[in-house]
Structures are given as structure tokens and as C-alpha cells.
């Protein structure tokens, strides 16, 4: 009964995660290192707290730009089999060098990925990375409600469209209803945009119509095991991309090597802080990526747990998306009773 109890609730726990996240965790995600290219998003999205970054930069060195020299140093200490995304706390092609960036990771080996919302990106720029074979593509795309300062420019109108002629396995996602110009032309190419969940960056924003979750208690984990880092333009390396206040740098790739990102005192006080409910860890207010071990921390975490159920009705728009969370719920029920019945 315990084992049924247990697992339910570790299952229960990835079925909210498993709707915007299931390619990754059912797999156990390779690790990846996320490049923010600039400190300051000139796309000021009001879900997210650039603020908080841009004040804890200033205890830093304050450098702002990511430049080539600083990458190429960094990425030479990253083993291959880690994956570079161009991501982190900013849209990747603020920085002009983005591009060349990305090709030379690519050309080193790497794996690569990318979230952009195209911004700052011309026609050129695509038309270089045409033949990288992407891990994934995503681009967020404007709201009609301006919760993001993306101007639909000819520029962007450009750029859209060639990203899609191009053959890059693109995939589209938002966070309220698209600007019609953008879902005509998705609509004119058979693509559709899934609607994502806002999550409370750990607790660094409140999000409207989330219930407020306190503290993670008990034993819990992260889904990407704590290996998808974020890379600053002065080659400090935080925790993930939730550490907009900077509250875990691991090291500085400048100076150190990767592996001693992980096996310093910060990596192994957040490994303890999963574990031991009385150290102030970022993965005790996740809300994206970390779940719970046992069933004792599920029985203490119920708020988190209530919150996306309550969360999900808000990202049906229509039978289409109904269908999409119905195939989701039933691929995890499936798993979850192969999980618990397995052998017996
Ligand atoms: S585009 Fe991304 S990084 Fe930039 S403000 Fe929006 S959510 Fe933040
Ligand atoms: S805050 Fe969340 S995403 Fe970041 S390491 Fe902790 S559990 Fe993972």
C-alpha cells in the first residue's frame, strides 16, 4: 500500500510537469548549459524578473555583454556531451554575436538548442543556421494582450516566416491568446502554438491565478538533475534559469573547470538543501522542475499539487487543446500503472 501511495504520488507530481515538459523527463535529461548573451531582455515580458537580475548583476563585475572571447574560453571547458542552449534569463540574439556563438559551439560538437522570440534576429541569421542539427527550435511568440514588448515589425514578420521555410524543426508556444498577424501565418503552414503555463520562477514572481506555495518540505529532487545551468556574460554559472537573483553561483567557467562547478561547496549545499528541509535552497520553491521523493513530502507539498490541477482548465482555448491534455493525462496514468504494477 505504501509502494501504490508513493508512487501515485510521485506520478501525480510529474503529470502537471508532463504537460509542458514531457519530452525531457521521461527520458532523464542530458545536461545543458543555458547562455544568456546579455543581462536586460529588451522584451521586458511582465512574467519575468529581469529587475531582480539586473540588481544582482550590480554585485557582480557588472559586465552586461556576453563577448565571443568570453564563450569561446567557456564552452572549451564544457565537455562535449553537454548540451549548449541559447537561452537563459534573455532572448539570446539581444547579443549581435549570437549567432557566431552558436556556430562555433556547433562546430565544436555540441549539442545545441534554442528559445527565442526572434527578436534582434534578421533573415541572414537564419539562413546560417539553416544545417545545425537543433535538439529543439522553440520560439515564444507575442501575446495579443502586450504582456511582452515584442514588436511585430516587417523584420519579425520576415523572420518568421523564413524560420519556418527553412526546414528548422521549429515548435511555437505562448502565454495567452497570439497577435492574429502571427497566427495567420502559423495557421497558413499547419503549425499551432501550445499554450504554456507561467511558472513563479521559484518563487521570484507571483503569477495571477496561482496559489501561493511556500516552502517545499521533505526529501525532493530536480528533473533535470540540477545540470541545466545558466552561463553569464562575465562566465559565472548559476543554478538554473530560475536564479534570477543569483542566489547560487556555482563557479566561474573563466577560472574553474566544469566539473568543479559540481563537486564545490554551493553544488553540494543545494545537493543537501533537497534533502534536508532546514537550508534556504531556490529548489524549495520550485514550481517548474523539482517534485517530491516520498510521500510524506507530497502529504506537505499538497499546495503545489492542487495548484497546477487548478492551474490546467486555464490552458484550454479549444477541443484541440482538451485533446492534447487528455492524451498527456492519459500517457502519464499508463506509466504510472506500469510503474506501480510492474512484477506483481
Ligand atoms: S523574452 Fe524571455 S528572458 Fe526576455 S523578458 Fe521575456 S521571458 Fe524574460
Ligand atoms: S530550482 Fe528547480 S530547476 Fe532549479 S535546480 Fe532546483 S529543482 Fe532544478
Redesign the pocket.
Known amino acids: 500500500m505504501a509502494k501504490i501511495w508513493v508512487e501515485m504520488r510521485f506520478w501525480f507530481t510529474l503529470t502537471g510537469a508532463a504537460f509542458d515538459y514531457q519530452g525531457s523527463i521521461w527520458t532523464g535529461e542530458m545536461a545543458s548549459i543555458q547562455i544568456t548573451t546579455q543581462i536586460g531582455c529588451r522584451n521586458s515580458c511582465d512574467y519575468c524578473p529581469q529587475d531582480l537580475l539586473i540588481e544582482a548583476n550590480r554585485k557582480t563585475d557588472g559586465s552586461l555583454i556576453m563577448t565571443f572571447d568570453t564563450f569561446k574560453t567557456c564552452v572549451k571547458k564544457i565537455p562535449l556531451q553537454v548540451a549548449i542552449w541559447f537561452a537563459g534569463m534573455c532572448e539570446p540574439w539581444s547579443n549581435p554575436k549570437c549567432t557566431k556563438m552558436l556556430l562555433y559551439a556547433h562546430e565544436q560538437g555540441h549539442g545545441i538548442g534554442v528559445f527565442t522570440t526572434l527578436v534582434g534576429m534578421s533573415t541572414a541569421d537564419l539562413d546560417l543556421l539553416q544545417l545545425v542539427p537543433f535538439q529543439f527550435f522553440r520560439i515564444h511568440l507575442p501575446s495579443k494582450s502586450g504582456i511582452e514588448s515584442i514588436k511585430i515589425s516587417d523584420n519579425y514578420l520576415r523572420c518568421l516566416g523564413k524560420v519556418i521555410s527553412n526546414g528548422i524543426p521549429v515548435t511555437f508556444h505562448c502565454h495567452d491568446q497570439v497577435v492574429p498577424e502571427v497566427v495567420s501565418i502559423l495557421d497558413q503552414n499547419g503549425y499551432r502554438a501550445e499554450l504554456r503555463s507561467l511558472y513563479r520562477r521559484?518563487g521570484n514572481i507571483s503569477v495571477s491565478g496561482r496559489l501561493k506555495a511556500g516552502k517545499r518540505r521533505g526529501a525532493i529532487a530536480?528533473?533535470?538533475r540540477?545540470r541545466s545551468n545558466v552561463l553569464l556574460p562575465n562566465g559565472d554559472v548559476l543554478?538554473?534559469s530560475?536564479?534570477y537573483g543569483m542566489k547560487h553561483t556555482l563557479g566561474n567557467l573563466l577560472e574553474t573547470s566544469y566539473e568543479s562547478l559540481f563537486t564545490g561547496s554551493e553544488f553540494q549545499k543545494?545537493q543537501r538543501g533537497q534533502t534536508d528541509e532546514s537550508l534556504d535552497v531556490?529548489?524549495r520553491y520550485?514550481d517548474?522542475?523539482?517534485y517530491d521523493l516520498d510521500a510524506y513530502a507530497s502529504l506537505q507539498n499538497w499546495s503545489y499539487h492542487i495548484d497546477r490541477f487548478l492551474y490546467y482548465p486555464r490552458r484550454i482555448r479549444s477541443w484541440e487543446d482538451a485533446l492534447q491534455l487528455l492524451g498527456k493525462v492519459r500517457f502519464v496514468v499508463r506509466n504510472a500503472s506500469r510503474s506501480i504494477f510492474k512484477g506483481k
Do not use: E, G, V, Y
Open positions: 521559484a530536480c528533473q533535470r540540477s543554478l538554473c530560475n536564479d543545494i531556490l529548489c520550485c517548474n522542475f523539482a
